[in-house]
Each structure stands twice: as C-alpha cells, then as structure tokens.
C-alpha cells in the first residue's frame, strides 16, 4: 500500500481529469491524481479548443452552457498560455434550409438567455470575407470562445496542486474497485472514491461503459493572422456529423491566438488506429475549400488524429459506478469535452461532498439505459 488514503484518486490528468482534481481540491478534499502519460496528453491535446454551447438536447445544452458560464467566470485569471480568446461562433447556413436551422437555433438560445445574432449573407460575407460568395447567411453566438487544451489541461493541474492536490504523471494504472488503484509493478493507492477519467480509454478500467472510440482529424496551417475571425462551422455539420453513417466530414475553421488557422474536422468509428488517412483528409479539406476556396493557397504545417470517446446518446458518463460504487466516472464527452470539463468538474465534486449543484446530474448517470439512442 502506499501512503494513507485520499479522499480522491482520479486517473487521467487530460482536461476533464485535471478538472476534476481543480473542483475537488479546492472543495477540501485530498485528492491523488495518477496518468500514464504526461498531463493533457490524450483527447485533449488533439482536440480543437473551441468552447461552445449547443443544443442536441437539454441535458447537452445544460452541461455546455453551465461550462461556458465556468470559463467566462475564469477567463480574467486564466495564464496568456490557454489562449483563451472570446472569438464566438458562426454557425455558416449555405442554403434556405440551413437558415431555417439559424432561425430555430436563435430562438433556442434567445429562450434559455444565451445571446446570438443572425446574419444575412452580406453580414456573413463582412465578418468572414474568406467564404465563398452565395452562402446564406448565418448564426452568431459571440459568448463561445476558443482555448489551446493542453495548456487549459495543465493550468487546472497547477491550480489542483496549489491546492493541496498530489499529482503523479507516468504513472498506468492497472485496475481500480473496491476503493483501490493498482499499479502495473502491483502497489495500490486507497481512497474513498476513485474517478475514471482515463477518457476513451476509461472502459479498460471500468468494462461496460458504453463508450466507442470515434476517430478525428485535424490540420493546421501556418500563421494568417485574421484570415479567420472567427470560430466556423457550417450547419450541414448536423446532416453529417450526427448521421449513422461511420465515417463523415464537416467544415469547421478555427482562428488560433497565434495566427493559425485549425481546420476540422472528421468522424470515423471502426477505425482504431491513429495514422492520418489520406482519403479522409483530403474529403476534410475538400470540403473547407467548398467554404473558403481560398484555403488551397495557404501552406499546412501538420495534421494530425484523436480519438473521442462517444456514448450512445452523445451526453458524458458522469456519476458513481452502480457496479462498485467506490468508482465515478467522468469520461465518455466526444466532441465537447474541452468545453464541458469545467462543469464535470465540479459536478463531480458536488456528487463526493453531497452539495447542491447548479445543474442536475442524473441525465449523465454512467447506468442510464439507451433504449431509444444509437451511437450518432
Ligand atoms: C479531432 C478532435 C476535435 C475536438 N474538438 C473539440 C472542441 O473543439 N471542443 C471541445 O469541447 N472538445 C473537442 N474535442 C473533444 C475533447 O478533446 C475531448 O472530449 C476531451 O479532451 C476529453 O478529455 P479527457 O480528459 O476525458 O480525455 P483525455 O484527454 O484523453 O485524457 C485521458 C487521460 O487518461 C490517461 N489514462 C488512460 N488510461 C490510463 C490508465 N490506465 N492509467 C493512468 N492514466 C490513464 C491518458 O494518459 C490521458 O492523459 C475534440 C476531440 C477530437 C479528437
């Protein structure tokens, strides 16, 4: 056994890990945090960093809006390596049907007091002069805003240890239950409650999450400062990313605080292999150029994958472990894990100390059944 039991372990140090330990330290409590790897190391560091509020479902809407308000409550203190940047979003419509979306998007929002605009195609066409002539138009929600992950990942983790929290990187965890974490060399740590925040590799620790491996590709170009201006995405990212079909494309164009340009994004299930594929970001970058044809000129430094961890429903698996309740697991948040780790975070933290949270927790119940869902 090594040392006196915590209060916490929790395994994984990406965003959603490291925000557990930042929430639960700073609500008293002792916590360990163990990662194979460095810290930010997995999903987080291929992740894009956008954070944005969406509206698949109330419970997603709920999650991502708590979180945003999070980050716009830290934004002031946050260190200038997060990259925090207010850029908004827009949400592109390149036809009368995609504006019809813009419009239902508004009113959701306008109901539940998240501010956006919507934008005729000239309007469209003055904040972003890059796209193509004869898109419709657009939405703009100027509360989203755009983070460098890894780096948010490693300021929660100064912050957890500044209060009080241990951290212990390279460090694989074999097996967790009964109120134990094993090392691979046999030595276990105790604690009260152990959070698998091990990310799309939490199942191997907790077998049965209902989570699948959902490969990303990303490219990054070299420094155009203000050739994006902000975060876009173009709705027919809802025909694509959340068909059935196991592989799909989307335009999705980032402007980095360093003057880069990240361009999104891929989903492919069944493909569990981290190699950039050249068929899926050529279709990727095809369809960026059918948005901004001017991207074919710019030069690309690096491409690269992720996986994302996806749950049947598309809502994270946050809460104890009906199987062994010493465990509680905070994984399983696809392509909104950047955003929503601030309020898993503190949910969790809620859920060990017993404390009222801003939000209920139970929709993320990691023991939900998903009758009606199927993995989209
Ligand atoms: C291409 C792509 C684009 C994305 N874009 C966005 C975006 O714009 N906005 C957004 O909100 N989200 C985005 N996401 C999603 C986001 O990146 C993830 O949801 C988020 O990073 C998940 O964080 P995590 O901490 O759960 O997992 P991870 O970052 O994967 O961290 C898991 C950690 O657990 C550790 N670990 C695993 N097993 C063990 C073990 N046995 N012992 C010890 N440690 C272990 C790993 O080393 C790792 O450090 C994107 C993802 C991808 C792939």
Known sequence: MSGAARDVIVVGAGIVGASCAEACARAGLHVLVLDAAGAGGGATAAGMGHLVVMDDSEAQFALTRYSQQLWQQAAPTLPRAVEYTASGTIWVAA??????????????????????????????????????????????????????????????????????AEVRLHTAVAAIGGGVARLADGSEW??????????????????GLAIRWRKGHLLITDRYPNWVRHQLVELGYLKSAHGVSNESVAFNAQPRATGQILIGSSRQFEAEHSAVEHHMLTRMLRRAEEYMPGL????????????????????????????????????????????????????VADLITAASSAIPAAPYDPNRSYEHATHH
């Not at 419709?136 to 983790?157: K, W």
């Not at 105790?190 to 077998?207: E, F, K, Q, S, Y």
């Not at 074919?296 to 996986?307: C, H, I, N, P, V």
């Open 296 to 347: 074919a000129g710019l030069s690309a430094l690096r491409a690269w994958t992720g996986f994302r961890a996806a749950t049947p429903d598309s809502l994270p698996l946050i809460g104890r472990w009906a199987g062994d309740p010493t465990i509680l697991v905070a994984a399983g948040h696809e392509g909104l894990g950047i955003t929503t780790s601030l309020g898993t975070g503190q949910l």
């Open 190 to 207: 105790r604690a009260a409650t152990i959070v698998n925040a091990a990310g799309a590799w939490a199942p191997r620790l907790t077998p």
């Open 95 to 164: 036809d009368a049907e995609e504006m019809e979306e813009v419009e239902r998007k508004h009113a959701y929002y306008g109901a539940r007091g998240v501010a956006s605009g919507i934008l005729s195609a000239a309007e469209l066409a003055a904040k972003e002069p890059h796209l193509r002539a004869g898109l419709a138009g657009g939405l703009l929600v100027p509360g989203d805003a755009v983070i460098y992950p890894p780096c948010g990942a490693e300021y929660l983790l100064e912050r957890a240890r500044a209060q009080g």
